[in-house]
């Protein structure tokens, strides 16, 4: 069963996604499920994990809706307030949805480097462990040792961190982000997004070559017991097609037996999330 654990759905609103600038022009329109599971088929996946993709509540519960209609949706990454005091509140409207199964924030925008040990953040992820949700880690490789500051503190957590903390494979620079990825990784309740790697080389000429050393890190560091597979659509399509996003790390994976194939294609994400699958 594969499960890609990471995409996205929008109506496209120049006010809302002004993060995507002119040289992702094709991504300004709409994408919803019925633009996916086309290639879902095509690619022989069975469900995935719809991810926030701006921080309101308003999207969260809109993701929620989409889950309700369409079965290939097992989960929902969605976005509460976590510096609001009233965080318990917000969550508990939401936590009787089965499909609400994660929170995220976009850290990775934040103005400030050490945003994540915030004392009014660090209050709102306490929150989460009441109602057995887990926390996306949206960051760039810089802020990797922050990161595992952050995480040391919540050792009952259940963490993933998104697209490897964004390697800078365009550059192939390897080494720094190398020492973030295994300091993180040395935390068990940690497991790990491999997606949203075309994005990070030369989008238009990018080969599988490139991006391998960043996942034999990555492989090496948290094991095939914690990591999970994820295509980044439809921000992918910048670089790739659907399939050939997931490929890369679809192609990786044979070298591994089938148990490891198995567990991340699917099997790590559906028991990290508790996915009723």
């Excluded at 993709?53 to 290939?72: D, G, I, P, V």
């Excluded at 497991?191 to 075309?198: A, R």
């Amino acid at each position: 069963m594969l499960i890609d654990a990471h995409q996205h759905f929008w109506i496209y609103d120049s006010r809302e996604y002004s993060w995507i600038d002119e040289s992702m022009a094709l991504l300004r329109r709409d994408f919803l499920p019925i633009d996916l599971e086309p290639q879902l088929k095509r690619a022989d996946v069975h469900g995935t994990i719809a991810v926030q993709a701006r921080q309101s509540l308003e999207e969260t519960r809109w993701l929620l809706e989409l889950a309700e209609q369409s079965e290939s949706i097992l989960g929902v990454v969605g976005w509460v307030d976590l510096r609001a005091t009233d965080v318990r509140a917000q969550l508990k409207k939401l936590a009787g949805n089965s499909k609400f199964v994660g929170v995220r924030h976009v850290v990775q925008s934040e103005p400030d480097d050490r945003f994540l040990m915030q004392p009014d953040f660090i209050r709102g992820i306490t929150a989460l462990e009441e109602f057995d949700l887990a926390y996306d880690i949206l960051i760039y490789a810089r802020h990797l040792p922050v990161a595992a500051e952050f995480v040391e503190r919540f050792p009952r957590q259940r963490f993933v961190l998104d697209h490897m903390a964004k390697p800078p494979i365009k550059s192939g620079s390897i080494e720094e982000w190398s020492r973030g990825i295994r300091d993180l990784a040395a935390f068990p309740n940690v497991l790990c997004k491999v997606s949203g790697l075309v994005t990070e080389a030369d989008w238009a000429n990018w080969k599988v070559e490139e991006i391998i050393p960043y996942l034999n890190v990555v492989f090496d560091a948290f094991g095939c017991k914690r990591l999970m597979i994820g295509s980044d659509w439809p921000v992918c399509l910048v670089a790739a097609p659907y399939e050939s996003a997931m490929n890369v790390a679809r192609k990786y994976l044979e070298r591994y037996s089938a148990e490891s194939q198995a567990a991340i294609l699917g099997g790590n994400a559906q028991r990290f999330w508790r996915l009723k699958v």
